[in-house]
């Protein structure tokens, strides 16, 4: 980077979820300046991390994301919040539409009155469960396209550049969801039995690290295209292994086999046997192999006090 | 329809709409059981609508969806329901997602439960700027568009057998909205000069009974299918005229020339100059021809009171 240059600015939501954490260390550490839009919920976590320069508040108005948007002026909007339920209930509903296609609109809506262009947007593998066209395995992943849909719009009315990356399973450092690999760690420290689905299904696992990486570069193509559009790419590990594979893997790298018996579960409903292939965000790969992504998690992890 | 048997029932959202209106009277002709759920503010219009059977009051909580859906357990859900902006300002942006998307997917969510399949869909020939693909003309048919992705997912997982009809400018009698027609009647009453755009955009102007033909149409192809499937058709009246056209047409049938001055204003922002042309609804027409439906407006607004 030019050192006589005012550093870039990046405007992201979602700055307290996995991603979006590691993604603001990313940033800052590139050089960029960042400020959040996050609920007020999401306070005291985005306190805690230090390269954030303002948390622009939000509690479902659009003046306030206007506000945000216009007075801190972005190069390149990172629109990774969002709400997850691999499966929802009824009451859920309102919340989903809300958080997943709502805010993201209010977002556009603030980048076009601001002549901010720049956006780059997390999708879900998930959106097609079957590799090909749109299948939603889940209502979330249905908010998801419907997002791109509105998207469109701005992009033919407003002269937004976006690109949206389709990620897959993620993992990495400081991970409080409770996913496959969490449950691995915990089986690890504490033996007892764990049992699973007969973990047939693939699954695609994607460091957080690289998925940083492939934000930063979407932005990087962006900013170098002058025309308004909207990209779809799959951000994929490019390594596909069973969940079988991934804990004989994770038993490898541990050097201790774990008492997981598969099939002591049902696969769950639309369980993903096949990941997606979607074209490749072009000129990136992911470097970190899950072998070594799992080494680092599991010496990470050993630095940590146990879990309660 | 067999007289013994009991007979079928409908609901409708946008009951108090120009069309939802026309088809209540329609289905209660055809023998139907219609009921309608409606926010609050429509219910003084919806009284006077003697074929609704019931009215389910909605504030925009899904438990009141759910209950009118699992009480009255109609055949075939119509849902014509939604918020129309041509344009939209930001603050109505909350008010077109909870419309177009949230009030939809509650409905979906209210079959699911009460494994109603069945449901005719009111999309619009603006989901496609040009002719071909997706692209919205403005942010109503973005949400339009984005609800049916939420479709799909019930589709998948809930059996639902739904068709999309996509309508282009529909006219008739009792319509209070400000479109064309209604402007050119406001000409020939009061003789005042009347100044359009260039008038060279085509439009498809389909009468509200062809529509509510196709509507019902829907419905009994759905009804004879057995597979969970989302089918999206155009219904169009098959016949296409520049505004021009309409307008000397429009002088023929009334029989006298109207002042208008074409070329007085511009056209609007992204101003569809040629419909979208979709896959029709297969075995079913259009039967009223712009002179024949123009003949019948203008005898009925003869019989009505002077506009104020």
Redesign the interface.
């Known amino acids: 980077m030019n050192p006589l240059a005012e550093a870039p600015r990046a405007l992201i939501t979602g700055a307290s979820g996995f991603i979006g954490s590691h993604l603001i260390e990313r940033l800052s550490f590139e050089g960029w300046q960042v400020a959040a839009i996050a609920r007020p919920a999401s306070a005291p976590s985005l306190a805690l991390l230090q390269p954030v320069a303002k948390v622009y508040r939000y509690t479902g108005q659009?003046a306030e994301v206007?506000e945000a948007v216009a007075e801190f002026k972005p190069q390149v909007v990172f629109h990774l919040g969002s709400l997850f339920l691999a499966q929802h209930d009824?009451?859920q509903?309102?919340s989903l539409?809300s958080s997943n296609?709502?805010f993201g609109?209010?977002l556009l809506?603030a980048m076009r009155?601001a002549k901010i262009t720049t956006l780059v947007n997390a999708g879900t593998a998930w959106q097609s469960?079957n590799s090909g066209g749109?299948?939603?395995v889940?209502?979330y992943?249905?908010?998801k396209?419907?997002?791109e849909?509105?998207l469109?719009?701005y992009v033919?009315?407003a002269g937004v550049r976006a690109m949206t990356l389709r990620i897959f399973d993620t993992y990495g450092p400081a991970d409080t969801r409770r996913k496959l690999l969490a449950l691995l760690v915990d089986t690890l420290r504490t033996g007892e039995p764990l049992g699973m689905s007969p973990g047939e299904q693939v699954v695609d696992l994607t460091h957080v690290d690289d998925i940083c990486s492939a934000f930063l570069h979407a932005a990087r193509l962006l900013q170098s295209k002058d025309e308004s559009r909207h990209e779809v790419y799959a951000v994929s590990s490019e390594e596909r292994h069973t969940v079988r594979e991934v804990a004989a893997i994770f038993e490898e790298v541990a050097k201790k086999p774990l008492p997981i018996t598969f099939g002591a579960r049902a696969y769950r409903?639309?369980e993903v046997m096949e990941p997606w292939q979607g074209t490749r965000l072009p000129g990136w790969h992911a470097k970190i192999s899950l072998r070594e992504g799992l080494r680092r998690l599991l010496l990470a992890e050993k630095t940590l006090p146990q879990r309660s």
């Open positions: 659009i206007v009824s009451f509903i309102e539409i296609i709502l609109t209010q809506e009155l469960f749109y299948n939603p889940n209502l992943a249905a908010t396209q419907a997002f849909d509105i469109l719009y033919e009315t409903d639309r």
